[in-house]
């Protein structure tokens, strides 16, 4: 009964894997650049940052229409983030070293640019709802960077993190609890930022990305 049960297994393995891979299917976005980030608040509303501007679709990803953001041509959005199909923000940096955050209140159809750079290069902001949110990147040559605003990003407060490098992206579960993960680090709060802890890992690498459920 042992080969007909590793036989078994072996097929078990493989309708499993042929099951999970076809579950993805390629869709074009209509350009021809890199695509930095996506963010959906329903299986039909999603928007991806790509160069000076935003793509948005309506239908889940069959069709994208381009949004521009209305800033000279060196700024770079590198992340969106929305919390329903008309408010939403965006971040990046231009070729100066000017960071940038911007906010939509009609879905992308227009941005506002939210007041001076609070960084270098914003690489990551994250809203919980229309009022608190925090923005991720780096300040200067390599340093570390993370603000939060508490009235939809008209104004931010630097907070204070450990002496690590540049930040990539981080996420909150709530208004206390969230990560913000870079250059061979990963910090948590448990108090809404007031105090950011850098935790252990034996990884010696980049991390790009961080998100929990």
């Known amino acids: 009964?042992?080969?007909?049960s590793i036989l078994l297994a072996i097929c078990t393995l493989f309708l499993s894997y042929t099951s999970l891979y076809s579950q993805w299917i390629s869709q074009e976005s209509g350009t021809g650049g890199f695509?930095?980030?996506v963010d959906f608040v329903d299986h039909d509303n999603g928007w991806i940052a790509y160069r000076d501007?935003?793509?948005r679709t309506t239908n889940?990803?069959?069709?994208?229409?381009?949004?521009w953001i209305g800033l000279p041509s060196a700024?770079?959005?590198q992340a969106v983030d929305f919390i329903?199909?008309?408010r939403g923000w965006a971040c990046g940096g231009d070729t100066s070293g000017y960071g940038l955050i911007v906010r939509t209140t009609d879905g992308g159809d227009t941005w506002s640019d939210l007041g001076p750079g609070i960084g270098t290069s914003m690489s990551r902001v994250f809203f919980l709802n229309g009022r608190i949110g925090w923005a991720v990147g780096q300040d200067g040559c390599c340093e570390g960077k993370i603000a939060r605003t508490l009235d939809g990003g008209a104004s931010w407060v630097d907070q204070q993190i450990p002496e690590v490098g540049y930040l990539e992206s981080g996420f909150f579960l709530d208004s206390l609890l969230g990560w913000a993960v870079g250059?061979?680090?990963i910090l948590k709060t448990t108090n809404g930022g007031n105090v950011w802890v850098e935790?252990?890992?034996e990884y010696t690498h980049s991390f790009d990305a961080v998100t929990l459920h």
């Open 1 to 4: 009964m042992k080969p007909i």
């Open 35 to 37: 695509l930095w980030s």
């Open 53 to 55: 501007s935003v793509l």
């Open 60 to 67: 889940g990803g069959s069709d994208w229409i381009k949004q």
């Open 75 to 77: 700024f770079g959005v």
């Open 84 to 86: 329903d199909t008309q």
């Open 183 to 185: 250059n061979q680090a």
């Open 199 to 201: 935790q252990d890992t």
